[in-house]
């Protein structure tokens, strides 16, 4: 099952960088973005 779901993973990226053109510097960027603000969130609402 883990197996699957990397892969569901993996090729969702790539299908979200195809339609963007973002490359895979922007992605771990945006990642980082989106898990400080999610933590903010869930820090204040703590």
Do not use: A, R
Not at 21 to 39: A, D, K, P, R, T
Request: positive net charge.
């Amino acid at each position: 099952m883990s197996n699957k779901f990397k892969e569901w993973h993996i090729s969702l990226i790539e299908k979200v960088q195809k339609t963007t053109g973002i490359s895979n510097y922007q992605i771990v960027w945006l990642s980082f973005i989106e898990g400080l603000i999610i933590g903010l969130i869930i820090g204040y609402l703590l």
